[in-house]
């Protein structure tokens, strides 16, 4: 069976990820747009862990055609044709069925909302919260493939999301959630003002350059998983850059919150030593 990694760049949206110089990515196979199930990161994982896919918007089909036809194809990813969609009866759980198949599933997320203490922490056999809400070098760090079991890991970084900042910077923070789990220390302060249109365009580039450094440590996981590493890589969600008034995700309804991309494909190839990209 091939191993899985399931790697979530979390609030990327589509057309950010067109705008980025991303080629450890492209190496993966071509981006498609895709849609997601729901505009914030819980719904969205939820979602996603019970093994069914950003969808493309399909016109004119029955959507348990879809559903169908979703749960599938996890029967080519993993290499087990006899997988379909009853497997996943009645838990309807990606992690849940791995376990069953013999995998050893792990999972390593930045976002609090999806810490060990909640649901989604369940099935797997090792997960936690990154301390680092920007630590997708960590992850690779701890990823390992020994023994005889195939492995399963569910990657959610943080680096797309906001601030989209890969260090410390006087760029805003918007507490929320985020500031009550990490315990971060701020006082009672006056609503925030709305960002303009320069900051707005700000983070926009911000997201990209977040994303270009992603996939410039894609190429050292790349490095580290075995030939029959099956690779799903896309967004749980978009984000909006101030298009109609909006910023950000969650309780929003607007077609670029729901468009992500989506990637998919075994572990590229490496070149052999000396040779360049032409």
């Known amino acids: ?4 990694i399931y790697l979530v760049l979390d609030s990327c949206r589509y057309d950010t990820y067109l705008a980025a110089q991303t080629p450890n990515l492209d190496k993966l196979g071509k981006v498609e747009l895709r849609y997601s199930y729901a505009s914030w990161t819980s719904p969205s994982h939820y979602v996603l862990l019970m093994g069914i896919t950003p969808h493309k ?3 004119l089909v029955f959507a348990s055609e879809v559903y169908k ?5 996890w029967s080519i990813r993993l290499g087990v044709p006899t997988l379909e969609f009853r497997s996943f009866v009645p838990e ?6 791995l376990q069953q198949l013999g995998y050893y599933t792990v999972g390593r997320v930045s976002l609090p909302v999806l810490n060990q203490y909640t649901t ?4 797997f056999d090792d997960y936690k919260m990154m301390e680092n809400h920007r630590d997708f070098a960590g992850m690779i760090e701890e990823i390992h493939f020994a023994g005889p079991k195939p492995f399963f890991y ?4 943080g680096e797309t999301h906001y601030p989209y900042m890969l260090d410390k910077s006087e760029t805003p923070i918007l507490h929320g959630v985020h500031g009550v789990l990490k315990h971060m220390d701020f006082k009672e302060e006056q609503p925030q003002a709305f960002f303009d249109e320069k900051q707005m365009a700000r983070f926009r580039q911000q997201q990209i350059a977040a994303l ?3 996939d410039g440590l894609l190429g050292e996981l790349y490095a580290k998983c075995p030939p029959n590493t099956y690779f799903i890589i ?3 969600h978009g984000e909006l850059f101030g298009e109609d008034g909006f910023f950000g995700h969650g309780p929003i309804f607007h077609e670029k919150v729901f468009e992500v991309p989506f990637v998919e494909g075994l572990r590229p190839a490496p070149r052999p030593s000396g040779q360049k990209t032409t």
């Open 234 to 236: 896309t967004a749980d």
């Open 154 to 157: 569910l990657l959610n970084l």
């Open 120 to 123: 989604f922490s369940q099935y």
């Open 212 to 214: 270009e450094y992603v």
């Open 1 to 4: 069976m091939n191993h899985l």
């Open 57 to 59: 918007n399909p016109r």
């Open 92 to 97: 309807l759980s990606l992690p849940r069925q």
């Open 69 to 73: 036809e979703d749960f599938k194809a």
